[in-house]
């Protein structure tokens, strides 16, 4: 996709969602890391039926800490891979209390070193609370970076590091929000909803829907 192409894609996203953010629901920092670790294989929909449940019980690592693996598990057992998430989840609350005094880290460095957040949940983090130009690439965006000749690549980080070439500056802080939503409403995985799509005809998919 040529540049000016590009330019114009995101001018139409953001005039249609000037201020693009998260699905998931959170109140502060931990809860957002928690809220992202669980929704790894999971819809941001069954994260939010399980937290709006578990953040009042308990919302700092402490408390979760407290509720203990089994505790913690019957907030959590409606998500996928609980088993696991649950572990990661109590261990990345010890070691926040253990190195950053309970609070989130906001380099990539401390967060990839916690249980359960690789280079997605630490760009999503970096990005929605910090406020960095970081762009993280899941299924949707990657389906539609691929589809729209945005930013094509065989992997994850390649998509990603595409984007951060071609994305404009003045759009990289939203970049991440309006790919995965417009991938998760308008560029679907099975039948793309290409007659109301605003970007159509920017587009250079090739079996466009009718």
Request: positive net charge.
């Amino acid at each position: 996709m040529k540049r000016e192409a590009v330019s114009e894609l995101f001018r139409r996203l953001h005039e249609l969602n000037p201020h693009p953010t998260t699905e998931l629901q959170y109140r502060t920092p931990f809860e957002l890391l928690v809220a992202v670790i669980l929704s790894a294989q999971a819809t941001d929909v069954g994260v939010n039926k399980a937290t709006r449940r578990l953040f009042p019980a308990a919302d700092t690592p402490e408390k979760i800490l407290a509720l203990g693996e089994a505790g913690l598990k019957r907030y959590i057992s409606t998500i996928g891979l609980y088993n696991a998430k649950a572990k990661n989840i109590l261990a990345t609350c010890a070691l926040l209390i253990a190195r950053h005094g309970g609070a989130v880290p906001r380099t990539r460095e401390a967060l990839e070193a916690l249980p359960g957040v690789g280079r997605k949940t630490a760009n999503v983090i970096l990005n929605t609370v910090f406020g960095e130009p970081t762009i993280a690439v899941d299924t949707h965006i990657f389906r539609v970076c691929n589809r729209t000749g945005l930013a094509r690549g065989k992997t994850v980080r390649a998509v990603e590091d595409k984007l951060q070439k071609v994305v404009p500056a003045e759009y990289k802080l939203g970049a991440h929000h309006w790919l995965i939503l417009h991938g998760r409403y308008v560029c679907t995985a099975r039948k793309p909803k290409c007659p109301i799509c605003p970007i159509r005809d920017l587009c250079a998919y090739r079996y466009k829907t009718q």
